[in-house]
């Protein structure tokens, strides 16, 4: 006679809420009662998110100084001395309308001699030629700046289509040919900067990730027998690995708020170096102005990290 | 209830540690499993407890093929099995109150069911002042006792208890037979699988022999020698 198998289920109706509970306490004693255990997998574990974030750190300060870089790109138009004003200002405002461009800055004939006479206010030489002249030799000119380094370009484009421009009476000089090597050579080296930003980024998250999932196996290997003993009195599958999961995320929200407390002194120490090395960037003031979101980032990863560890790690022991 | 049909088991070593084995056990029946060691015993009680695989043959619990079972399905066929393991099997890391309440958890019983059943079976084996010792605290004979309160806790179908008067006294020992005899007076099916003579004796119950993996004898005489032999 064949009977079904649901005879082996027993009217045992565990509610949810019930389950849930008895796994979180179950997780909770396991953390507190394996003290050394828990003490030394949190250790690995907060060094690993300090090597994370403090990556991410630095590919901050990368992004930062090379946008620094790239702001200091700008294309010029150099005017004769007796371009009219109105001329120029009317290129500037036709030139606001071309997309990529991010900001024009006029410098005016006086303006650009004030400019000279401060940067060669220590030149005698100078000084006295620009007595003997008596009139201020300089031109009015247009700093241009785009949004990206790639698009000076198309930004060179769209001036030379303009009439005052391809008008030789006007426009002394465009420089953008003198700086194209020094653009395109930076645009080169910031995408292969970034790209190896984040090639270390990864391949160090990778590493990481591993020496965790190695802690998290040794930790469950030590409960090898427990685990063992669990099944043959009957335990289900939930109810063993449950807790371990629930231990794994314990793991992960305190290495994740002791990253946090150990890169407060951490960045504020190296952030005034971070700030004159680099130019501007301070990583203190980073971290500061980003708590929340580098908190959320680390607490999140810390814990699906310690989950997803705790699950790969038992799974070997739940076969038999 | 449970039936052994042809059930054979070796090993990657080519030892064969059961051969052929052909067994039925009646429910509510109170089974004396002896022999000597090596025997097949402990496999015996392991197939059983789908704790191993047979190589040939068969096992059935309830007309179901228990190896045949899906791994979902097997705790829960776990449940309904109470053992009391040679070596305890004791969770090392939970009080001798949480040991024994792990087991009514895994079959979703309330907390106000465990906070009446769990000092109850304590005090049955003699452990009521225990409860917040951990098992590295106790006597060997201690654990025992805890293992079989364990075993009994949830009044299951089957109870397996291998040597469980191993570490004890002969006073003690008749305490567990006196328990095990309860606890089947109850409706549990109980296999005793012992090298204990006195307690074998003291059972009068169904004895099964095995010997290098075969049974050798099976009577309801319940004495640990052969009428024929004595």
Same mark, same amino acid.
């Given at each position: 006679?064949?009977?079904?198998?649901?005879?082996?289920?027993?009217?045992?109706?565990?509610?949810?809420?019930?389950?849930?509970?008895?796994?979180?306490?179950?997780?909770?004693?396991?953390?507190?009662?394996?003290?050394?255990?828990?003490?030394?997998?949190?250790?690995?574990?907060?060094?690993?998110?300090?090597?994370?974030?403090?990556?991410?750190?630095?590919?901050?300060?990368?992004?930062?100084?090379?946008?620094?870089?790239?702001?200091?790109?700008?294309?010029?138009?150099?005017?004769?001395?007796?371009?009219?004003?109105?001329?120029?200002?009317?290129?500037?405002?036709?030139?606001?309308?071309?997309?990529?461009?991010?900001?024009?800055?006029?410098?005016?004939?006086?303006?650009?001699?004030?400019?000279?006479?401060?940067?060669?206010?220590?030149?005698?030489?100078?000084?006295?030629?620009?007595?003997?002249?008596?009139?201020?030799?300089?031109?009015?000119?247009?700093?241009?700046?785009?949004?990206?380094?790639?698009?000076?370009?198309?930004?060179?484009?769209?001036?030379?289509?303009?009439?005052?421009?391809?008008?030789?009476?006007?426009?002394?000089?465009?420089?953008?040919?003198?700086?194209?090597?020094?653009?395109?050579?930076?645009?080169?080296?910031?995408?292969?900067?970034?790209?190896?930003?984040?090639?270390?980024?990864?391949?160090?998250?990778?590493?990481?990730?591993?020496?965790?999932?190695?802690?998290?196996?040794?930790?469950?290997?030590?409960?090898?027998?427990?685990?063992?003993?669990?099944?043959?009195?009957?335990?289900?599958?939930?109810?063993?690995?449950?807790? &371990? #999961? @629930?231990?794994? $995320? *314990?793991?992960?929200? =305190?290495?994740?708020?002791?990253?946090?407390?150990?890169? /407060?002194?951490? !960045?504020?120490?190296?952030?005034?170096?971070?700030?004159?090395?680099?130019?501007?960037?301070?990583?203190?003031?980073?971290?500061?102005?980003?708590?929340?979101?580098?908190?959320? &980032? #680390? @607490?999140?990863? $810390? *814990?699906?990290?310690? =989950?997803?560890?705790?699950?790969?790690?038992?799974?070997? /022991?739940?076969? !038999? | 209830?449970?039936?052994?049909?042809?059930?054979?088991?070796?090993?990657?070593?080519?030892?064969?540690?059961?051969?052929?084995?052909?067994?039925?056990?009646?429910?509510?029946?109170?089974?004396?499993?002896?022999?000597?060691?090596?025997?097949?015993?402990?496999?015996?009680?392991?197939?059983?407890?789908?704790?191993?695989?047979?190589?040939?043959?068969?096992?059935?619990?309830?007309?179901?093929?228990?190896?045949?079972?899906?791994?979902?399905?097997?705790?829960?066929?776990?449940?309904?099995?109470?053992?009391?393991?040679?070596?305890?099997?004791?969770?090392?890391?939970?009080?001798?109150?949480?040991?024994?309440?792990?087991?009514?958890?895994?079959?979703?019983?309330?907390?106000?069911?465990?906070?009446?059943?769990?000092?109850?079976?304590?005090?049955?084996?003699?452990?009521?002042?225990?409860?917040?010792?951990?098992?590295?605290?106790?006597?060997?004979?201690?654990?025992?006792?805890?293992?079989?309160?364990?075993?009994?806790?949830?009044?299951?179908?089957?109870?397996?208890?291998?040597?469980?008067?191993?570490?004890?006294?002969?006073?003690?020992?008749?305490?567990?037979?006196?328990?095990?005899?309860?606890?089947?007076?109850?409706?549990?099916?109980?296999?005793?699988?012992?090298?204990?003579?006195?307690?074998?004796?003291?059972?009068?119950?169904?004895?099964?022999?095995?010997?290098?993996?075969?049974?050798?004898?099976?009577?309801?005489?319940?004495?640990?020698?052969?009428?024929?032999?004595?």
């Amino acid at each position: 006679m064949m009977v079904d198998i649901t005879i082996l289920k027993r009217n045992n109706i565990m509610s949810l809420r019930l389950d849930i509970q008895r796994i979180f306490r179950e997780g909770l004693i396991g953390f507190w009662r394996n003290k050394l255990v828990s003490f030394s997998t949190v250790v690995i574990m907060t060094m690993a998110m300090m090597v994370m974030s403090s990556l991410l750190f630095m590919n901050a300060i990368l992004d930062s100084s090379l946008s620094q870089l790239q702001d200091r790109v700008d294309v010029n138009i150099y005017f004769f001395p007796d371009t009219p004003e109105v001329e120029i200002l009317a290129l500037q405002d036709r030139l606001n309308l071309v997309p990529e461009i991010r900001d024009i800055q006029y410098v005016s004939r006086e303006q650009a001699f004030v400019n000279f006479q401060e940067r060669y206010q220590n030149d005698d030489l100078i000084k006295r030629s620009l007595e003997e002249l008596g009139d201020n030799p300089l031109g009015a000119s247009l700093n241009i700046r785009a949004f990206e380094s790639t698009q000076y370009e198309a930004v060179v484009a769209a001036i030379e289509l303009e009439p005052a421009v391809v008008n030789s009476d006007f426009v002394e000089r465009i420089n953008y040919y003198d700086n194209k090597t020094i653009i395109d050579r930076l645009n080169e080296f910031s995408s292969i900067v970034r790209l190896v930003g984040y090639a270390i980024v990864i391949f160090f998250s990778i590493v990481s990730l591993l020496v965790v999932l190695s802690t998290m196996r040794i930790a469950i290997f030590a409960a090898k027998k427990q685990i063992r003993i669990k099944r043959l009195v009957g335990a289900e599958h939930r109810y063993v690995r449950g807790p &371990f #999961l @629930v231990m794994g $995320g *314990i793991y992960g929200f =305190i290495s994740a708020a002791l990253s946090m407390i150990a890169l /407060y002194p951490m !960045t504020h120490w190296v952030g005034s170096y971070t700030a004159s090395f680099f130019g501007g960037m301070n990583i203190f003031e980073y971290y500061v102005n980003n708590l929340i979101p580098v908190f959320l &980032f #680390l @607490v999140t990863s $810390g *814990i699906i990290i310690g =989950i997803i560890s705790s699950r790969i790690a038992t799974t070997k /022991y739940l076969k !038999t | 209830m449970i039936v052994f049909d042809k059930v054979s088991k070796s090993y990657e070593s080519k030892k064969i540690s059961v051969h052929a084995v052909d067994l039925k056990i009646k429910k509510g029946e109170f089974v004396v499993l002896i022999g000597p060691s090596g025997a097949g015993k402990t496999t015996l009680l392991k197939l059983l407890l789908t704790e191993e695989k047979p190589t040939t043959g068969a096992v059935y619990f309830d007309t179901i093929n228990i190896h045949n079972l899906r791994s979902g399905d097997v705790p829960k066929y776990r449940q309904r099995i109470g053992v009391v393991f040679q070596d305890y099997k004791l969770l090392e890391e939970k009080t001798v109150f949480e040991n024994v309440a792990f087991a009514m958890e895994m079959v979703g019983k309330s907390d106000s069911e465990i906070r009446v059943d769990v000092p109850y079976a304590l005090e049955l084996v003699g452990l009521e002042n225990k409860g917040y010792n951990f098992p590295d605290q106790l006597s060997g004979g201690e654990q025992q006792r805890l293992a079989i309160a364990r075993a009994i806790i949830n009044q299951p179908d089957l109870l397996i208890a291998d040597e469980p008067t191993g570490s004890l006294d002969p006073e003690a020992s008749a305490n567990v037979l006196n328990i095990l005899n309860k606890i089947n007076d109850l409706g549990t099916t109980v296999i005793l699988a012992t090298h204990d003579r006195d307690v074998v004796d003291a059972s009068k119950r169904r004895i099964i022999k095995m010997e290098h993996g075969r049974i050798t004898r099976d009577d309801n005489d319940g004495g640990y020698h052969h009428p024929k032999k004595k």
